[in-house]
């Protein structure tokens, strides 16, 4: 089957740890969105898709169409993709484990969003600067080290090679995800965490190194991070 990724054209943003997986497991997929319109591409064919999807529609991007289904949320596109990319054990114990880890990194990477954010997603991050800072304070000093302790006991608990044992999952490839993001954001943050979380260190490392993700990290295809994504670098907010 061929996917179709539907994200924005010009960030990294959620829509990396979809295409993290279908990247890992050299899927048949096109990123729509970032397609030129002579080849049915755009963000207008974006938005003609979420609208004219079946209930329930999409919310915002991403969402996947395999087929005639539409998968939206990152984590249910992942749960979705997991089994059929052999991206995730095929006990059902494990695939919920999986699940459940997949949405505590989709709930960080709520919060780093938020930490240039607080107070309203419509302003621009200029017109709220005291409140992002008391934010990226917050979660600097709190909640980086709560995650991250979280993460790296239970990739212990795991064996310390991979979030659900032996072999690497999706779940794997977005904490890989999770972390580069905010090595970027936060670079003095992550540095100073460091030595409180080697395995998890050593994981990151092991996902870069596979064979097909080295490649696209290395290719046009990875967006650079930037001031429009998720993880954005104000060197303001670490103080």
Do not use: C
Request: charged letters at 25%; aromatic letters at 10%; a positive charge.
């Amino acid at each position: 089957m061929r996917y179709e990724l539907y994200y924005w054209p010009s960030i990294q943003g959620r829509g990396e740890f979809v295409r993290l997986a279908l990247e890992d497991a050299a899927a048949d997929y096109v990123d729509v969105a970032r397609l030129p319109k002579a080849e049915g591409g755009g963000v207008e064919v974006l938005f003609a898709t979420m609208k004219q999807a079946p209930a329930p529609a999409p919310f915002a991007p991403p969402f996947l169409k395999a087929g005639k289904l539409i998968v939206a949320q990152t984590a249910n596109i992942l749960a979705y993709l997991g089994p059929k990319l052999g991206l995730v054990p095929a006990s059902e114990p494990k695939r919920i484990a999986a699940h459940q880890l997949s949405l505590t990194i989709a709930d960080m990477v709520s919060e780093a969003h938020d930490t240039h954010h607080p107070v309203a997603m419509g302003a621009y991050y200029e017109d709220q600067k005291p409140e992002a800072n008391k934010r990226a304070r917050g979660f600097i000093d709190q909640r980086i080290p709560k995650f991250f302790g979280y993460f790296e006991a239970q990739l212990k608990a795991a064996g310390g090679r991979a979030m659900l044992g032996r072999s690497i999952s999706y779940v794997d490839l977005s904490l890989f995800q999770l972390v580069s993001g905010l090595e970027y954001a936060f670079p003095k943050a992550m540095k100073a965490q460091q030595r409180k979380m080697p395995l998890v260190r050593a994981l990151v490392k092991r996902v870069a190194e596979r064979p097909r993700l080295a490649a696209y990290l290395a290719s046009p295809r990875r967006l650079p991070f930037n001031a429009d994504g998720i993880f954005r670098h104000y060197p303001e907010l670490e103080g």
